[in-house]
């Protein structure tokens, strides 16, 4: 699966995850920054340059760090969404984050990031008390 064929993919799932949940552009985005300051504290040893006293800073949980990076995910492509719907390109303040790229440093395919995508997918579903099942036609039968 390439980058771009994962992204559309993930994008159609999650209009659906999106459906029936009002949200404002402003929300979308400090969901978005909240999800990646809770990544960022788990990899802060790679980019928190004025802790440096002697201290490792480790990485000891690859799962979990990606598994935040997928969290930030959901929101970017949420915001891209909202933005394909609303046509509000010019009221949207530039995202540094790159979701994509961020999950693919951590996982080693476009097909794994988009299999974990569709899992925590299935999770919030279930949280948010429906059926996995919504998004089973969009999802691919090797991802089912």
Known sequence: MTKEEAIERMLS??????????RSLSQLMKALYA?????LQLVKGEWAWWLRDGKQ????DNAEVAEEAIDVLHFWLSIRNFI???GTMNDVPVCL????NLCLRHL????QVYSEYVKKARINL?????????IDHLVGEAYL
């Open 13 to 22: 799932i999650q209009q659906v995850l999106d459906k029936g949940m009002t």
């Open 57 to 60: 800073f480790i990485v000891r």
């Open 126 to 134: 279930e949280r948010w008390g429906r059926n996995p099942a919504e």
């Open 97 to 100: 984050v790159d979701a994509p």
């Open 35 to 39: 999800e990646y300051g809770e990544y």
């Open 108 to 111: 080693r395919s476009w097909d």
């Open 84 to 86: 394909r719907s609303t």
